[in-house]
């Protein structure tokens, strides 16, 4: 599964601009698609929140 920024944004409750910076941020590990827009896949995520994914 794959989350866009609105996703981690309800997850995180944080604002849309602190979304964006999170995701244009190199320690962020999300990734642009074939048509520009950021993503992460949710195990990624996961594991940058420090949850482990079993």
């Not at 320690?27 to 994914?53: M, T």
């Amino acid at each position: 599964m794959l989350l866009t920024p609105k996703d981690v944004k309800e997850y995180l409750d944080i604002s849309h601009d602190q979304v964006y910076r999170l995701f244009r941020s190199k320690k962020f590990p999300a990734e642009r698609s074939g048509k520009g827009k950021y993503i992460i896949p949710k195990p990624r995520f996961l594991k940058w929140l420090g949850v482990e994914n079993n």
